[in-house]
């Protein structure tokens, strides 16, 4: 390599962004979409320094089913590369720790865990566990199945956000209050029911510590991925259950205790997630019987781990 290109190289991989590719396409083939979770940065710049860093041939893109996926290209093998990469690669594992990383790791996680629960983009004949694999299984129809078997519901979605959970229940509820704090995101809400032709979801701007629905008005109240944004989570709580109706439940879907601090500036969550016996705790205190927690989904590797707790609020 001529000083001219070894020059032009060094400026490239000057950048923290494209280290940053560099590194996430080193531990998985990603396309566009995914890699701009996993750098939490918008899809033009991540396209823009994929182009740079192909054009110098350190990555390289091909199709699968209809799909761009970006690698690492096989020059960093070669001759002309090889010690660059092993610099690289040593810098990589150096800086593992660090918080930046780790947060691109975990993300990294959440985006291979999504790509394993989609059946499009994920189980080719020479997939590790292609022989678990069987046309049109898929997570999204397995709980609408399992809604079929519910008697129509009244439901409250706490801490709706877009309403995608919502609208899901919606299909067996009799009817869904869906509450959020932003006025932003509940018209996106809004807007997608309008889209899907849903009509039986009411949508209300609240606090979860303070709920604008009367007293035992729902069947069931779900806090899905909202408690650790709650400024009170033992009050969020008891809101919930007050307002389920006598023989209702609670059902709260939340990340167990974690070290993740990105997610406090990048996602907004004030707690680092819940202990069990606390989460558990909580929903006794607030009254609810027959209260449980248990492993709603966990992946080795990955730092986060949803656990499912309900209780039963009494007759």
Same mark, same amino acid.
């Given at each position: 390599m001529d000083v001219q290109k070894a020059s032009a190289l060094y400026r490239l991989l000057g950048d923290e962004t494209r280290l940053r590719l560099l590194r996430a396409l080193g531990r998985e083939r990603l396309n566009v979409t995914e890699l701009t979770a996993v750098l939490a940065?918008?899809?033009?710049?991540?396209?823009?320094?994929?182009?740079?860093?192909?054009?110098?041939?350190?990555?390289?893109e091909e199709k699968d089913a209809g799909y761009s996926y970006y690698r690492l290209a096989p020059?960093?093998?070669?001759?002309?590369?090889?010690?660059?990469?092993?610099?690289?690669?040593?810098?990589?594992?150096?800086?593992?720790?660090?918080?930046?990383?780790?947060?691109?790791e975990a993300r990294l996680q959440e985006v291979l865990r999504l790509r394993k629960e989609?059946?499009?983009t994920h189980g080719g004949a020479d997939a590790p566990d292609a022989r678990q694999l069987v046309p049109g299984r898929s997570w999204a129809a397995w709980s609408r199945a399992l809604g079929f078997l519910l008697p129509p519901l009244?439901?409250?979605?706490?801490?709706?956000?877009?309403?995608? @959970?919502?609208?899901?229940?919606?299909?067996? #509820?009799?009817? %869904?209050? &869906? $509450?959020?704090?932003? *006025?932003?995101?509940?018209?996106?809400?809004?807007?997608?029911?309008?889209?899907?032709?849903?009509?039986?979801?009411?949508?209300?701007?609240?606090?979860l510590e303070a709920l604008p629905i009367e007293d035992a008005a729902v069947d069931v109240a779900l @806090?899905?991925?909202?408690?650790?944004?709650? #400024?009170?989570? %033992?009050? &969020? $709580?008891?809101?919930? *259950?007050?307002?389920?109706?006598?023989?209702?439940?609670?059902?709260?879907?939340?990340?167990?205790?974690?070290?993740?601090?990105?997610?406090?500036?990048t996602l907004g969550d004030r707690r680092l997630g819940f202990p069990d016996d606390e989460l558990k705790s909580m929903l006794t205190d607030a009254?609810?019987?027959?209260?449980?927690? &248990? $492993?709603?989904?966990?992946?080795?590797?990955?730092?986060?781990?949803?656990?499912?707790a309900s209780g039963q609020k009494p007759q």
């Open positions: 940065l918008a899809q033009s710049g991540v396209s823009r320094h994929l182009g740079l860093l192909k054009d110098a041939g350190l990555v390289a020059a960093l093998s070669e001759n002309g590369h090889r010690a660059i990469w092993s610099a690289l690669s040593e810098q990589f594992d150096a800086s593992a720790g660090d918080p930046a990383v780790l947060a691109d989609n059946f499009d009244a439901v409250a979605d706490l801490g709706c956000g877009e309403g995608y @959970l919502a609208l899901e229940a919606s299909r067996w #509820a009799s009817q %869904v209050i &869906a $509450v959020d704090q932003s *006025t932003v995101v509940l018209d996106r809400a809004r807007a997608l029911a309008a889209r899907r032709r849903v009509s039986n979801v009411v949508w209300k701007r609240g606090e @806090l899905s991925q909202a408690l650790h944004h709650a #400024a009170d989570p %033992v009050r &969020a $709580v008891a809101e919930a *259950t007050r307002i389920t109706v006598p023989g209702g439940r609670v059902l709260v879907l939340d990340l167990r205790e974690h070290r993740e601090e990105w997610v406090r500036t009254g609810l019987r027959a209260s449980r927690v &248990a $492993v709603g989904a966990r992946k080795v590797g990955d730092p986060f781990t949803v656990l499912i």
